[in-house]
């Protein structure tokens, strides 16, 4: 069974930085693209980025190019999200996600 | 960039109606399409993959159906506990998901 479990989210202010990181066991990890998923408080579902299953292929929303770095360590069945230059508006529940299957997500708060 | 459009976004019905929600692909995905339920303050729970595949332990009452770019997900009666909002999301590539804008099912 696929799990996947989220850490690293907290409350931290505007400019400042956060690394999410997500732990996945039940699949090979080295096999499989990732990705990352927000949502917003009351709001619908925003891709946010994508890395292929080495790592060396990477998208990336435009709401976050240049702010956010996805990576992997393939070794340690981690997914990784680095995020720079924080605003408001990245207020949101991050999920990591294997295809369909996502962990529980973890909440990052920006704030004064 | 593939957009993915939802229809309709508010949906009242009564238990035992059947219901059906639309999504549709600006391009074709073929077959990769997901359908989630969220209730509040809870994580999206998939409910239909491959746009048609029913995941583990979701009711058979929940079906879904398409291909290419034009897919439904169908509860066949509903019940109490199907009162949520329901999303697509195209995965056609992990370099670009895209998730329709929701429709939220509410009491009539």
């Known amino acids: 069974e696929v799990q996947l479990l989220e850490s690293g989210g907290g409350l931290v202010q505007p400019g400042e930085s956060l690394r999410l990181s997500c732990v996945a066991s039940?699949?090979?990890?080295?096999?499989?693209?990732m990705t990352w998923v927000r949502q917003a408080p009351g709001k619908g579902l925003e891709w946010v980025a994508g890395?292929?299953?080495?790592?060396?292929?990477?998208h990336y929303a435009d709401s976050v190019k240049g702010r956010f770095t996805i990576s992997r360590d393939n070794s340690k069945n981690t997914l990784y999200l680095q995020m720079n230059s924080l605003r408001a508006d990245d207020t949101a529940i991050y999920y990591c996600?294997?295809?369909?299957?996502w962990g529980q997500g973890t909440l990052v708060t920006v704030s004064p | 960039d593939i957009q993915m459009t939802q229809s309709p976004s508010t949906l009242s019905a009564s238990v035992g109606d059947r219901v059906t929600i639309s999504c549709r692909a600006s391009?074709?995905?073929?077959?990769?399409l997901a359908w989630y339920q969220q209730k509040p303050g809870k994580a999206p729970n998939l409910l239909i993959y491959?746009?048609?595949t029913l995941q583990s332990g979701v009711p058979s009452r929940f079906s879904g159906s398409g291909a290419g770019t034009e897919f439904t997900l169908t509860i066949s009666s509903l019940q109490p506990d199907d009162f949520a909002t329901y999303y697509c999301?195209?995965?056609?590539?992990?370099?670009?998901?895209?998730f329709g804008q929701g429709t939220k099912v509410d009491i009539k």
């Open positions: 491959k746009a048609s």
């Open positions: 039940g699949f090979t990890f080295s096999s499989y693209a």
């Open positions: 996600a294997k295809d369909v299957s």
């Open positions: 890395l292929s299953n080495t790592g060396y292929t990477i």
């Open positions: 391009q074709s995905i073929s077959l990769w």
């Open positions: 999301l195209q995965y056609n590539s992990y370099s670009f998901y895209s």
